[in-house]
């Protein structure tokens, strides 16, 4: 009997061990999944949190050589009078520390009628925060330059807007509050290349004639000197503005100087193609008052300037 009761209590219990088996391999296998979801999830915040996206960097890595710039066709148009003396046409490098950073030229030709000037200075800026593009730091300079010439505001910009977001953080928020304001932040904004910059713009005192803008005239302006045989036929075409066909942005501003020792009249285009600045100055100088040099064709010599240097970036 005993033998038989043995293999009878053998026989009930393999169900119970079986079942106790399929127990714990259930709570074995759910253990495991539990244990695996965890971390996959914490693999993937920690995934997300980590990636850093940088801007886009700006068209330009180097500047073209300011002096070999412009063709010398365009320099005989703009500074007339030197056939017989090519090198007024060379040039005078301006003083840089980076010429891939900054560079510019400055010319000078007397003549007996009067002095023309020119200039130009080329900026290419870079930015150093990964999460602004060179490009945007490029507008926001080009931005604070406008504002600082008191050049009209284009309604719904986006240049404008975007250069109030770029550099809000920066500013505080105040440097869209005032032309004034704009134009003392951008003074600091350009760095070390701004003495090779003066030093070209100081070179227009070389005569002693040179005066402050600060008693400029508008171009509308033109017969303010008084007796003036020449006027601009179109006033409201010449007058300081933004341009919609140079660049990526443009503006042009046109100063009639008539309480310095000489009239002058003082044209500024400065323009932007991706993360480069570039700035033209073309002054036309005379010391005979009934003569009022012309804001149209002084305008349209700083464009077509501008067209060329245009496509000299772009070379």
Avoid at 216 to 230: F, K, L
Avoid at 247 to 275: C, E, M, P, Y
């Amino acid at each position: 009997m005993q033998p038989a009761q043995r293999r009878a209590y053998g026989r009930r219990a393999t169900p119970a061990v079986a079942a106790l088996i399929t127990v714990l391999a259930a709570a074995g296998l759910g253990g495991c999944t539990g244990s695996d979801a965890k971390p996959g999830t914490d693999d993937g915040a920690s995934g997300d949190s980590g990636t850093a996206v940088s801007a886009e960097p700006g068209r330009y890595r180097t500047l073209p050589e300011a002096c070999g710039a412009v063709s010398r066709k365009t320099l005989q148009t703009l500074l007339p009078g030197a056939e017989q003396d090519d090198r007024a046409y060379d040039g005078q490098a301006a003083v840089t520390y980076d010429i891939d950073r900054r560079d510019g030229c400055r010319w000078k030709l007397e003549t007996a009628s009067g002095t023309r000037y020119l200039t130009i200075d080329f900026q290419r800026v870079v930015s150093y925060d990964p999460s602004v593009s060179d490009d945007d730091r490029a507008q926001a300079a080009y931005e604070k330059k406008a504002a600082a010439a008191h050049i009209p505001a284009a309604t719904g910009s986006p240049s404008a807007s975007s250069s109030t977001r770029t550099e809000g953080g920066a500013s505080g928020g105040s440097g869209s509050s005032s032309p004034s304001g704009s134009g003392s932040a951008a003074a600091g904004e350009t760095g070390k290349g701004d003495k090779g910059s003066k030093d070209s713009k100081s070179g227009k005192n070389d005569t002693g004639d040179k005066g402050d803008k600060k008693s400029a005239t508008p171009s509308t302006d033109a017969g303010a000197s008084g007796g003036s045989d020449q006027t601009d036929t179109a006033p409201q075409d010449t007058a300081p503005r933004r341009l919609d066909d140079l660049g990526d942005d443009a503006f042009l501003d046109d100063q009639l100087i008539t309480k310095d020792s000489g009239i002058h009249r003082d044209i500024t285009l400065v323009f932007r193609s991706s993360n480069v600045i570039a700035t033209i100055e073309y002054d036309q100088w005379t010391t005979d008052t009934k003569r009022i040099p012309s804001s149209q064709e002084l305008q349209e010599n700083a464009q077509d300037l501008a067209d060329e240097l245009t496509g000299r970036l772009n070379e």
